[in-house]
């Protein structure tokens, strides 16, 4: 994290109301555009950067963001967005094929915000016990239920959810407060 992002945050964590205004007003352009290249619904993108900026404001006491406030905040709106599409049961194939590309290269910020959020998530996932690794990538890079994961490697259907859940609940814990209520949500 910046020198400058580290101030915002700890600004925030006192309830500096001008450190919210900063933050919304350095990002907010960026990440409108990007839902909106995906959603294409000036109303819902609008609340959607609303909501996160709310959000942020509310756990502002629990925050504790180890990337880049620019990740941070780029994440939590494209899980928020994922959910759009989860709660509207979007299931158009042409819109949902290459949604994850549309989205992460919409602009050269949100690519870089992008690559800066994997990056941290690989981390993450690499200090994972082996087999818990293994599980996660199958489930997260293949695709596969856990019932397929459970016959690959031999193992329950309810160690794969064990581990799966380690997994998440590891991630959640290293990439903050915020970002683990926009994951969980994604994911139920």
């Not at 109303?43 to 620019?70: A, G, P, R, T």
């Not at 993450?124 to 489930?139: A, D």
Request: glycine share 2%; with cysteine.
């Amino acid at each position: 994290m910046t020198p400058d992002d580290s101030d915002i945050l700890n600004r925030l964590k006192k309830g500096d109301k001008q450190a919210l205004t900063e933050l919304y007003n350095r990002y907010w352009k960026t990440l409108y555009i990007s839902s909106y290249n995906l959603l294409k619904n000036k109303e819902l993108c609008e609340e959607i950067i609303q909501d996160v900026f709310i959000d942020v404001w509310n756990y502002k006491e629990n925050l504790q963001i180890k990337i880049s406030l620019k990740s941070y905040l780029y994440a939590c709106v494209r899980y928020k967005v994922f959910s759009e599409f989860r709660k509207n049961k979007i299931q158009s194939v042409e819109l949902m094929e290459g949604l994850n590309d549309r989205f992460q290269y919409a602009t050269p910020e949100t690519k870089l915000m992008h690559e800066e959020l994997v990056m941290q998530i690989d981390a993450i996932v690499k200090t994972l016990p082996e087999r818990c690794q293994e599980v996660y990538l199958l489930s997260r890079n293949q695709q596969l239920s856990h019932k397929e994961i459970s016959e690959k490697l031999g193992i329950s259907t309810k160690t794969v959810e064990n581990h799966i859940t380690l997994a998440l609940k590891t991630i959640r814990s290293s990439l903050g407060y915020l970002l683990s209520i926009e994951m969980l949500y994604m994911i139920q």
